[in-house]
């Protein structure tokens, strides 16, 4: 069965208007897209989209969690039980694909390898789901409530923790049994008992970080390095990670480094603009910034353009009760500011699809799966066009979940 789908178009790296995108659904690729005066409508087709909307790849999301908690703090999302956190993401799945995110990368989660193969399986609607299995990190590191015995820590946290480069070799090698898409280690502090105390306490050797990296490499599989602070981005970028995540005390000779290496920046504004806390410091000039928040909403950012980085849209969002999923465009509409709504609109498709090491997903192209959403205006005018009251239809591999 065929499917027309009618509008401006956004094809994941330029726009043209007067668009058509022809899908197979049995197939679910794209079969053709182009102006509608150079593509040939199939008789009979079913037709979506019209005048005054505009057709795009889904949206990525790069980083993002899914807790099963109510608050966002290490010792609440550690107490959570594996079966509850899942059955509690399952709603936050629908919502991001309501909101138009056909794909999501989960930094770390404790049902999160469950929940992609739930997806792909058909027993959950949601978005495909990259899981990295359990994060890795150090003894004593980030994620390892330290308040707890180790042996219940270990137990309780989503995150392996291991101490030399064999451990951490062994670490890798665990994720991959568990079916991880990528990997992601943390070479900072960002979550403790304490919540976020330590932003610039290092972890890991760099000796340490690229036995990951090889690791995961040899594999076939990506690293994602959480890095806090100048020190921990130049360990990240020596140990050749894929892609750095927050990403926060970006210098231009750092920056420079990053390009130089072509690794994929995911600064995670959303989270910080999203926290009453990190906003109020955001919004006042002269309150106290001892994270170097505002900075990195600011200058960072702007280190980002100048170097021409990729940057890559993650919003750092746990699906929970401050950070819902479904509201995961605010990111793009940070990253906007900075780059402009064209870069932000690519850092959310055709950039994030190749960040995380797809093929397929991202462009609005022939031969491409077919997730493609219809958004109500013109993105690249009104960045609030991709909000999920805009969203009026989506498609995953050309299955319709949303829309007439």
């Known amino acids: 069965m065929e499917l027309v789908i009618k509008g401006d178009v956004f094809d994941g790296k330029e726009f043209f208007e007067n668009g058509i995108v022809v899908v197979d659904q049995e197939e679910g690729?794209?079969?053709?897209?182009?102006?509608?005066?150079?593509?040939?409508?199939?008789?009979?087709?079913?037709?979506?989209g019209g005048e005054g909307m505009t057709v795009m790849p889904g949206l990525i999301d790069t980083h993002l969690h899914f807790f099963g908690s109510r608050a966002y703090d290490?010792?609440?999302?550690?107490g959570v039980p594996e079966t509850l956190a899942v059955l509690r993401s399952i709603p936050q799945l629908k919502a991001l694909l309501n909101a138009g995110f056909t794909t999501v990368r989960d930094m770390g989660s404790k049902g999160g390898a469950f929940l992609s193969r739930g997806v792909r399986e058909g027993l959950i609607e949601g978005p495909t789901v990259l899981s990295c299995g359990h994060s890795l990190g150090q003894t004593g590191g980030d994620d390892d409530p330290t308040n707890l015995p180790l042996h219940i820590a270990q137990e309780l946290s989503y995150s392996y923790f291991g101490d030399g480069p064999w451990e951490l070799r062994k670490a890798v090698r665990k994720v991959l049994r568990e079916g991880a898409d990528f990997v992601k280690v943390y070479a900072a502090t960002g979550s403790t008992p304490a919540g976020f105390s330590s932003p610039t306490r290092v972890q890991l050797t760099v000796e340490e970080l690229k036995a990951i990296v090889d690791e995961a490499h040899r594999a076939g599989i990506k690293v994602a390095g959480h890095a806090i602070g100048e020190a921990s981005l130049?360990?990240?970028?020596?140990?050749?990670?894929?892609?750095?995540?927050?990403?926060?005390?970006?210098?231009?000779?750092?920056?420079?480094?990053?390009?130089?290496?072509?690794?994929?920046y995911c600064p995670t504004l959303g989270i910080f603009l999203t926290s009453p806390r990190f906003a109020a410091v955001i919004d006042d000039p002269n309150?106290?910034?001892p994270y170097n928040i505002r900075r990195h909403v600011n200058s960072d950012m702007q280190l980002a353009k100048e170097y021409e980085l990729d940057v890559v849209s993650g919003t750092d969002f746990g699906g929970t009760d401050a950070q819902p999923h479904g509201g995961n465009h605010i990111e793009i509409g940070a990253i906007a500011k900075h780059l402009g709504n064209k870069g932000a609109i690519i850092s959310a498709t055709s950039r994030a699809a190749t960040c995380s090491g797809l093929t397929s997903v991202g462009q609005i192209k022939g031969g491409f799966d077919a997730d493609i959403i219809v958004v109500r205006g013109n993105p690249l005018k009104d960045i609030e066009a991709l909000a999920p009251t805009n969203v009026t239809a989506v498609f995953k591999k050309?299955?319709?979940?949303?829309g007439n």
């Open 234 to 264: 130049a360990n990240v970028i020596e140990a050749g990670v894929d892609s750095i995540e927050h990403g926060m005390d970006l210098t231009p000779e750092l920056a420079a480094q990053i390009k130089k290496k072509g690794i994929f």
């Open 29 to 48: 690729v794209i079969r053709e897209a182009g102006r509608e005066s150079e593509v040939d409508q199939p008789a009979g087709a079913k037709v979506v």
């Open 398 to 402: 050309g299955k319709q979940f949303k």
């Open 74 to 78: 290490l010792g609440t999302w550690v």
């Open 287 to 289: 309150a106290e910034d």
